[in-house]
């Protein structure tokens, strides 16, 4: 794959006044080779599901004890197709998933499983989870939703086989109505080579996208709603990542003049910040003004 690599958001940002009244809360698909270096004809592939559903939507919801049991969120909650590429070569895999953790204040429920599957050397995969029931948002409230990762295994220039890149943003973001918001996506990939850029997903129509299949059913949004961003005519204003566990100590900061690690595109600034950032801790970001 080149040196281009797209995170596809299916983003959730809740206005804090909406009632919440149907279950699927968003997810992510990932997947890497157990062994990046090719051998044969065929590779074994681990692929990752996550998802968060409303808890109090399933019988089985996630508690302490179902956490401690590995115990699934529902059943069945649903398959992970393949819709475009190799298709004969891929097996569904069930997207029921074992609770990992839970929240009673958003009543959200999450989990993940893990499947390995051995796949085709030089093949692509585009699979998607779907169903109904989407949050009660402004786009798409209790209505159809789609998640969808493509799995490309044509062996990249450097000889290794792909690793899809991942991110542990939250499944719902609450934010209040009304105010500005910076929002950080922590980003990464094992292709240490790669850019990473982020963009929202699109339902391969009018135009097609990456994957050239439908990544969000009926939750797509028409446009994305923004002030377009321009890098500041002079050098010296700097964005800053600052740690509140440690006094609001300043960790990072950018040049967003000029420094390479600040991208613009259209109505979305993306920030490279590679950082030891020490779990446990929180950050929030600062801009100069100009």
Request: aromatic residues 12%; proline residues 5%.
């Amino acid at each position: 794959m080149g040196p281009y690599r797209v995170l596809v958001f299916v983003f959730l940002a809740a206005l804090l006044e909406l009632t919440v009244g149907t279950h699927f809360r968003g997810g992510i698909i990932t997947w890497r080779a157990l062994n990046t270096t090719p051998s044969g004809t065929h590779a074994q592939i681990l692929i990752h599901q996550r998802y968060s559903w409303r808890r109090s939507y399933w019988w089985s919801m996630c508690t302490t004890t179902t956490i401690t049991n590995q115990q699934i969120i529902g059943s069945p909650t649903g398959t992970l197709d393949c819709n475009v590429g190799s298709c004969g070569a891929f097996t569904s895999l069930s997207a029921d998933v074992i609770c990992t953790d839970y929240s009673t204040l958003i009543d959200c429920s999450s989990g993940e499983v893990y499947d390995t599957l051995t796949l085709p050397l030089s093949s692509t995969f585009v699979v998607g989870f779907y169903g109904g029931n989407w949050l009660a948002l402004a786009i798409g409230g209790n209505s159809y939703w789609q998640v969808t990762s493509k799995i490309d295994l044509t062996v990249r220039p450097d000889g290794l086989i792909n690793t899809s890149p991942v991110t542990t943003t939250l499944p719902v973001i609450y934010r209040t109505v009304g105010v500005q918001h910076i929002h950080i996506i922590p980003m990464s990939d094992a292709d240490s080579t790669d850019t990473l850029r982020c963009r929202w997903s699109t339902d391969n129509t009018p135009t097609s996208n990456t994957n050239g299949y439908d990544e969000c059913a009926s939750v797509c949004a028409p446009s994305v709603n923004g002030m377009l961003m321009n890098r500041p005519s002079r050098n010296g204003t700097y964005v800053y990542f600052n740690d509140v566990t440690l006094n609001n100590t300043v960790v990072l900061k950018y040049d967003c003049g000029w420094s390479p690690n600040v991208i613009y595109s259209g109505s979305t600034m993306v920030i490279y910040a590679p950082f030891a950032w020490v779990p446990g801790h929180n950050y929030f970001v600062t801009f100069d003004s100009g």
